[in-house]
C-alpha cells in the first residue's frame, strides 16, 4: 500500500490511514538522513522511470513496505507517477484553531508580552498561512528584539530579574536619543552577558507580518483543490472497477 500527499499542514488523516495494520514505513526525508529526490523537472526523467520500476516491483512482493510521497506541486507529477500510488490524501491548510495551537507552541520557549487578545489578532491575520510559514513567522519576529539592539545608537541601564531565584542585575537595553538616561554606543561596546534582549511584543510580530507572505496564493489553492477532486473521481472509479 503506498500514499501520496500534496501537502502536510496536519497529522490527522495520515495517522488514520497508517493505523490501519500498519507494519512499516519506508519514509525519505531529514528524518531518517534520506535525501530529498525530485520527480518533476527537465532532469528528472531517468529517477521517474527509476523510481516507477522499483515501486512495480514492490507492488509484485509479498512485503508489507508502505512508501509515503509527499509533493508541494502535485500537479507537475506525471501521471503514471500517480498512478503508482493507492490512496491520495489532501490535507488542507491550517484552521483557526490549529493556527492559534502553532502560534502558542512556537511562544513556549519565548519571553514575550503577548496578551489572548494579540494572539488572536495574529492568528486572524495568518489566514492562508502553512505551517511552515507560521513558524517562519515566529522566528522572525523572535528576532526583532535581536535586530532592535544591533540598530541601536544609544542604550541605558535597566533593572531586571535575570533567572529564576530572581536576582536582579543592571542591564544595557536600547533606548531613543533624547532618553535622560541614554549613552551613546553600539552594542559591540557592551559585553554579551550584560545586554538585556526585550520580551517579544505585538510589536514585534506586526513587524515580521509586514514581511512574511503565505507560501500559497488564491490560484494555487484552487490547483489544490481542482486536483483533489480530480484524484477523488478517480478513487470512486477505481473502487467501482
Not at 491575520?125 to 517562519?136: K, L
Not at 552577558?193 to 511584543?201: A, D, G, I, K
Request: glycine share 4%.
Amino acid at each position: 500500500m503506498s500514499f501520496v500527499l500534496p501537502e502536510v499542514a496536519g497529522l490527522g488523516d495520515v495517522k488514520a490511514i497508517l493505523n490501519r495494520n500498519l507494519a512499516s514505513v519506508l519514509c525519505s526525508g531529514e528524518e531518517c538522513g534520506c535525501r530529498r529526490v525530485f520527480l518533476y523537472g527537465e532532469r528528472s526523467a531517468g529517477r521517474k522511470e527509476e523510481f516507477i520500476k522499483q515501486m512495480t516491483e514492490c507492488a509484485t512482493k509479498n512485503e508489507r513496505i508502505f512508501i509515503i510521497g509527499i509533493s508541494t506541486k502535485p500537479w507537475l507529477l506525471d501521471p503514471s507517477l500517480i498512478q503508482c500510488f493507492d490512496e491520495y490524501v489532501y490535507v488542507p491548510l491550517l484552521q483557526l484553531e490549529e493556527r492559534l495551537e502553532l502560534i502558542r507552541m512556537q511562544l513556549r520557549q519565548q519571553q514575550n508580552v503577548l496578551t489572548t487578545a494579540d494572539l488572536n489578532i495574529v492568528t486572524q491575520q495568518t489566514e492562508g498561512f502553512t505551517g511552515a510559514d507560521i513558524v517562519a513567522l515566529m522566528r522572525s519576529a523572535a528576532m526583532q528584539p535581536v535586530r532592535s539592539i544591533q540598530k541601536a545608537t544609544h542604550f541605558k541601564r535597566l533593572l531586571t530579574t535575570t533567572n529564576a531565584e530572581s536576582e536582579q542585575q543592571l542591564l544595557w537595553t536600547p533606548c531613543r536619543s533624547d532618553d535622560p538616561e541614554a549613552v551613546k554606543m553600539s552594542w559591540i561596546d557592551i559585553e554579551t552577558e550584560e545586554l538585556h534582549v526585550s520580551p517579544l511584543t505585538m510589536h514585534d510580530l506586526n513587524a515580521a507580518l509586514s514581511h512574511q507572505r503565505p507560501s500559497f496564493q488564491a490560484d494555487g489553492l484552487r490547483q489544490y483543490e481542482s486536483l483533489h477532486l480530480q484524484c477523488l473521481v478517480g478513487q470512486a472509479q477505481s473502487d467501482d472497477h
